[in-house]
């Protein structure tokens, strides 16, 4: 894989904006070269071809396929020419209701990347949804973006059952998980269950409990796998610094870093990047 010497953030700056576009429209950036979002955007393709990465995964495009793009992934687009659908792009989650912005609080931790495939009924429907939400926008009312955000989160509300169906996803209510969940993104560099637990004002065992009940790990291990994600998104960029990666991320030492990386990957840092930079 060939890569700049950094791969390009792309921003949404307005926390309101909800950018609906043909996937084959003209984009402000090269999509076939990796790039990251600070927005979420959702594919729908009527007609596929080509494959995304998507945080170092291959994800082939089908027809009639639904994929999910969440902030600070890894991302890049090689569609055959003739690949097409419609594509949203939103910021901000603090504009949805509390449940629809915890919905998507446990998203972004999720691996989910694929919503549906093959589903003719379902791209029908998505679609409406978006030819709804994109006429609204185009109204001249006092109301317009809660209209346009109650559309949304309909349309949200609809992907999430497709995957809670399909045993893709378990929604929760926990307030504590969903709250721990946002601060594991916020706190990289907190590394221990017991901070965690006192920032929820909830004991270690029961932080645990509800951990493992929802993603099967404990809460060590999903900070982990917190920072070595960050870890290997950093890694694509071509001349890494390791030494500012292990710092960045509150290692005490390079070698601290190195045996983190290695305890949980088997791979030292630099042979990890290698890998992550293959063709």
Do not use: W
């Not at 920032?199 to 900070?223: A, E, M, Q, R």
């Not at 610094?241 to 983190?260: G, M, Q, T």
């Amino acid at each position: 894989m060939k890569l700049n010497n950094q791969i390009p953030l792309h921003n949404i700056k307005d926390e309101f904006t909800i950018n609906i576009e043909p996937i084959s429209h003209k984009n402000t950036y090269d999509y076939n070269v990796v790039h990251r979002h600070n927005y979420y955007e959702i594919m729908f393709f009527v007609k596929g071809g080509g494959y995304q990465l998507i945080d170092f995964d291959k994800v082939p495009i089908v027809d009639n396929s639904c994929y999910l793009i969440k902030p600070r992934q890894v991302h890049l687009v090689k569609r055959e020419e003739d690949a097409d659908g419609f594509l949203i792009q939103f910021f901000n989650t603090s504009i949805f209701s509390e449940e629809v912005s915890s919905l998507l609080t446990l998203q972004y931790h999720s691996d989910i990347k694929v919503i549906f495939e093959n589903d003719k009924l379902l791209i029908n429907k998505g679609i409406s949804f978006l030819n709804l939400i994109r006429n609204i926008t185009k109204e001249e009312s006092v109301f317009l973006k809660q209209k346009s955000i109650h559309l949304l989160s309909t349309l949200l509300y609809e992907l999430e059952e497709c995957t809670i169906k399909k045993g893709k996803f378990k929604n929760t209510n926990d307030r504590s998980l969903i709250k721990f969940t946002e601060l594991v993104n916020l706190n990289l560099n907190t590394k221990t269950v017991n901070e965690y637990a006192e920032k929820l004002n909830i004991t270690s065992k029961k932080l645990t409990d509800i951990v493992k009940n929802k993603y099967g790990i404990t809460p060590l291990k999903f900070i982990h796998n917190a920072v070595l994600l960050e870890i290997k998104r950093d890694l694509m960029f071509k001349d890494t610094n390791l030494k500012e990666i292990s710092y960045n991320y509150n290692f005490d030492s390079p070698s601290n870093f190195s045996l983190f990386v290695k305890k949980n990957t088997g791979l030292s840092p630099t042979d990890l990047q290698k890998e992550l930079l293959k063709e």
